[in-house]
């Protein structure tokens, strides 16, 4: 069994330079050894809680508050994220009585606080004294104050503003023994930046940091096209709408290295003061949010949390799990659920609520994924703010709403089964690699609008997920010695550093990989002077000679030793070039340039194996793909056979291993055991688990 632990490793920075630096740090730079971070000393290892906001009611309605949420086995808040016109009336005056006074309620109702530190929302006295702390828009036009995220990260006056009520805050509640942890700003504010002189000048210093001369910005970029060349980092601008990919790539990376310097600052002042026992996190929105590289900025994190909403519809839990593992890895350990859907939120076009019964299956989906602890956004809602209509768990009467007792039951079951997933994380044989510069570089330039990164990382996700029922998703970057199957479906950025990685990975035994579009540019989006997939063309013994967008709703006939289907949207013709390059499909009459040609070569090579697919296949033929590239790898369901709607996920660690079973079909299903396992959670007859819609069944394993 592959037993993999990592860290984030892809550097914004200086990705060649710092490669291996990076995957060595990331493990050294949690200040909190505790093996499993998210699990912490004295307190159960699973948690349930909700996001608090005490500012925005009477003292004498805390209690009450509390009560509930205990009698419901809640034993977290989340707190003054927004907090910081109580905290901070006027500058330099400071207010925190109150926390002190809802920090100690909190404790005496056994419930342990987090801190979120306020800089989402800087307060009006300070933005209208020091108007350049707003953002400026890419329209020139400074936002107003009243809504969040309005502050500037490359404001220097920002900077100083935010380190004094952080300071004040460590200071204070650093050392407070209900006070377990601390989150950074909100969400990462969107990842919004100011289109300001300020910020324009720190992107051009940041550019002269990287790149020394400015004749070597000037030969990555190839600015000789359409006249781009620069004398002077001071006539570089900030990219606005389409641009060079060169420089549109480093403007992304400078607002990862803003952000993360935003963070650090921040984490500097918090680790100055407070107990290495209270752990610093971040809540990150999933997959879906690409405005910063996550690996990168996840780094200096003790752990990482999300916040994990469904918005319309119901919880898919395909494209759910594929977001949980990947925030799972972006440092490779358990996270938390820092926000997730009380019923529905308030911000899609249709906020219709999630069945009876399906918010518990999606706390136990999270838990199956790795998460330790699942808050609800928001415990009640504010009488009036931007968001009224929100899902809470208290009405505006300050009453339980009808999902209370689904969420109660949900965190009663947590504290029941707390003990099993103890010391227990996730691990996989299979890993998907996923890149941020890459999906950027594609979504950039995506040649047909048809073309979708994250759909196609989601469709080798399901297809495996079936198979395995374990995934990994991970950084290119990460060490990927313990997987038997790695798959990148759209590694478009291959620079030599990372081509060496992967050969390595699969000269020692491993099964690598690669789909369409993969190994086609450079670490500065410039295109490699090499037929795709670049550094790799000799390794795999075969090319791409060609690619080419399909016309909408037209697709090509496949077929070979593989099996049989159809690809759309996007075909690559490959040609083998060395002897033993197997094709394992053709393309059939297409364009005429495509028919008959390769569309997947395979090659062994060292003691592992290099495919390519070189085209979108439809969801039939990525099963039968998956299947075959699991069986040539020696991948094997962690659980056995479970019915179709049914999603297993496997928890090991401390000599046992945990799997979360559940029904997210609409027919009652049956699952047979693989062997006598102890049931903490579901109900058995004949020796079968029984499971109703959205049922759940926690089964314990001792090895
Ligand atoms: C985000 C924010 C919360 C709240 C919710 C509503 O996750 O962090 O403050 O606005 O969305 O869904």
Not at 111 to 121: D, Q, R, S
Not at 253 to 264: D, K, L, P
Request: aromatic share 10%; charged share 20%; proline share 5%.
């Amino acid at each position: 069994m592959a037993l993999v632990k990592f860290g984030g490793s892809v550097s914004a920075i200086l990705i060649s330079i710092l490669f291996t630096t990076l995957i060595m740090q990331s493990a050294s730079n949690t200040p909190n050894d505790n093996p499993i971070p998210t699990q912490l000393p004295g307190r159960n290892a699973l948690l349930m809680g909700a996001a608090w906001y005490p500012e925005q009611w009477p003292e004498s309605r805390w209690e009450t508050d509390l009560s509930l949420m205990e009698s419901a086995h809640l034993n977290v808040v989340r707190i003054t994220e927004f907090a910081w016109s109580t905290m901070e009336p006027s500058e330099g005056h400071y207010e925190f009585g109150w926390l002190d006074r809802a920090i100690r309620l909190a404790e005496k109702h056994h419930v342990a606080v987090v801190l979120g530190t306020p800089t989402a929302t800087p307060p009006a006295w300070l933005t209208q004294k020091y108007p350049e702390t707003l953002r400026v828009e890419p329209n020139g036009q400074r936002v107003t104050h009243g809504n969040r995220a309005h502050g500037s990260v490359t404001s220097k006056k920002y900077e100083e503003l935010c380190r004094g009520i952080v300071e004040q805050m460590a200071r204070r509640y650093g050392h407070d023994p209900n006070v377990v942890g601390w989150q950074f700003d909100n969400e990462y504010g969107y990842a919004l930046m100011s289109y300001n002189d300020e910020a324009r000048a720190e992107f051009q210093n940041w550019l002269k940091t990287r790149y020394k001369t400015i004749e070597s910005l000037n030969q990555h970029w190839t600015t000789a096209y359409w006249s781009e060349v620069y004398d002077d980092w001071s006539e570089i601008p900030i990219p606005v709408g389409g641009h060079n990919p060169g420089l549109m790539l480093d403007w992304k990376r400078f607002v990862t290295y803003a952000w993360t310097a935003h963070q650090q600052v921040q984490i500097d002042l918090i680790r100055q003061y407070a107990d290495t026992r209270q752990f610093i996190t971040g809540n990150f929105m999933g997959l879906g949010f690409d405005g910063l590289d996550h690996y990168t900025i996840s780094r200096p994190l003790t752990f990482i949390s999300w916040d994990n909403y469904v918005g319309s519809g119901h919880l898919d839990p395909v494209a759910n799990g594929l977001s949980h593992d990947a925030m799972r890895g972006l440092l490779g350990q358990n996270y938390w659920l820092m926000e997730t859907q009380p019923g529905a939120v308030n911000w899609h076009a249709i906020n219709n609520f999630l069945n009876k019964g399906e918010v518990r299956a999606m706390a136990w989906h999270a838990v199956g994924h790795g998460a330790d602890d699942v808050n609800y956004w928001q415990w009640r809602s504010a009488l009036n703010g931007q968001e009224e209509m929100h899902g809470t768990l208290l009405g505006p009467d300050g009453t339980p709403v009808p999902l209370f007792e689904e969420v109660a039951q949900t965190a009663k079951e947590f504290s029941d089964a707390q003990s099993a997933f103890r010391g227990t994380t996730v691990t996989s044989q299979v890993a998907l690699l996923n890149d941020y510069e890459s999906r950027w570089a594609i979504d950039w330039q995506k040649h047909t609008s048809q073309y979708n990164t994250l759909g196609l990382l989601q469709n080798y996700y399901g297809a495996l997920h079936r198979i395995a029922q374990s995934i990994d998703v991970v950084s290119p970057y990460a060490p990927l010695g313990g997987y038997k199957l790695v798959v990148a479906p759209s590694l478009n950025l291959i620079p030599e550093t990372l081509a060496n990685h992967l050969l390595a990975y699969a000269q020692n035994g491993g099964h690598l990989v690669l789909g369409p579009r993969s190994g086609m540019k450079d670490e500065y989006n410039a295109l490699l002077p090499q037929r795709q997939p670049g550094y790799l063309v000799e390794s795999l013994g075969s090319r791409v000679e060609q690619y080419y967008a399909l016309e909408k709703d037209k697709s090509v006939h496949v077929s070979g030793p593989l099996g049989s289907g159809e690809a759309s949207v996007w075909a690559e013709q490959l040609k083998t070039s060395a002897q033993d390059a197997e094709v394992l499909l053709r393309y059939g009459q297409s364009n005429g340039w495509l028919d008959g040609q390769p569309a997947v070569a395979s090659r062994a090579y060292g003691k592992g194996r290099i495919t390519y697919i070189g085209a979108v296949l439809d969801e039939k033929l990525t099963k039968i793909a998956a299947d075959w590239l699991s069986q040539k790898s020696g991948v094997t369901a962690v659980f056995g056979p479970v019915p179709d709607g049914v999603e297993v996920n496997r928890r090991v660690g401390s000599g046992k291993q945990v799997f979360v079973l559940i029904n997210f079909s609409s027919q009652r299903q049956n699952v047979a055991l693989p062997h006598p396992m102890t049931v903490i959670l579901g109900s058995v007859q004949n020796g079968d688990i029984q499971l109703d819609t959205y049922g759940v069944a926690i089964l314990l394993d001792q090895k």
